[in-house]
């Protein structure tokens, strides 16, 4: 009997000891994921700034309270509790690019063939058809990457893609259209503000 009560002595012991370095591994990946959502969510807003729908905005609101609640956790030093709710804007994260993706590609699509044909005149300038080039190989690389489910990989391909399609405008002298000012934003990684009338 004593023996057994010597082993349960001793795991109790154990355990005691070694609640401190599981704790502090519960620490160090809860700040961990903080880090990683605050990243992920000031990109996130860029896309959803720009060309998310109501859907898209009201998950990001959740989002961002997740985040905040992972704050409140961490600062109550609820550790598993703060990377349930990272875990959650991060399911969160990856379900709004998934509805960003299909728009990003639909829309890089739009672009190539709206400046395609209104620089089609300036195509013998090598600058331009190698900016054309570049575009269309990000936005094929862009569709592989939605076949495979990496929708963020999308998102920032098609930035990208853009930014290689309207740069196009200052190499012939030309001023970016108007209707492509958010996608100029977009591209550049800045959410978009209409000019005040």
């Given at each position: 009997m004593s023996s057994i009560i010597k082993k349960i002595y001793f795991t109790f012991i154990i355990l005691i000891l070694a609640f401190p370095f599981i704790n502090s591994s519960d620490r160090t990946d809860a700040l961990d994921l903080l880090?990683?959502?605050?990243?992920?969510s000031k990109q996130?807003?860029?896309?959803?700034r720009n060309f998310g729908e109501i859907a898209d905005l009201d998950d990001f609101d959740k989002g961002i309270a997740f985040i905040n609640l992972g704050r409140v956790k961490i600062a109550q030093t609820k550790y598993l509790d703060s990377k349930a709710n990272f875990d959650?804007?991060?399911n969160l994260e990856y379900n709004i690019y998934k509805s960003l993706a299909g728009r990003y590609i639909k829309r890089v699509e739009q672009l190539v063939d709206e400046t395609s044909n209104e620089l089609a005149a300036s195509i013998s300038n090598e600058k331009?058809?190698?900016n054309f080039e570049t575009a269309n190989a990000h936005y094929e690389n862009a569709k592989m990457q939605l076949t495979t489910k990496h929708y963020l990989e999308v998102v920032?391909?098609?930035?990208?893609?853009?930014?290689?399609l309207l740069s196009n405008y200052e190499i012939v002298?030309?001023?970016?259209?108007?209707?492509?000012a958010k996608d100029f934003a977009d591209s550049n990684n800045t959410i978009y503000t209409a000019p005040a009338k």
């Amino acid at each position: 009997m004593s023996s057994i009560i010597k082993k349960i002595y001793f795991t109790f012991i154990i355990l005691i000891l070694a609640f401190p370095f599981i704790n502090s591994s519960d620490r160090t990946d809860a700040l961990d994921l903080l880090t990683k959502c605050e990243q992920g969510s000031k990109q996130l807003e860029i896309a959803v700034r720009n060309f998310g729908e109501i859907a898209d905005l009201d998950d990001f609101d959740k989002g961002i309270a997740f985040i905040n609640l992972g704050r409140v956790k961490i600062a109550q030093t609820k550790y598993l509790d703060s990377k349930a709710n990272f875990d959650s804007y991060l399911n969160l994260e990856y379900n709004i690019y998934k509805s960003l993706a299909g728009r990003y590609i639909k829309r890089v699509e739009q672009l190539v063939d709206e400046t395609s044909n209104e620089l089609a005149a300036s195509i013998s300038n090598e600058k331009v058809l190698k900016n054309f080039e570049t575009a269309n190989a990000h936005y094929e690389n862009a569709k592989m990457q939605l076949t495979t489910k990496h929708y963020l990989e999308v998102v920032k391909i098609l930035r990208l893609a853009k930014r290689f399609l309207l740069s196009n405008y200052e190499i012939v002298g030309k001023k970016i259209p108007d209707n492509y000012a958010k996608d100029f934003a977009d591209s550049n990684n800045t959410i978009y503000t209409a000019p005040a009338k």
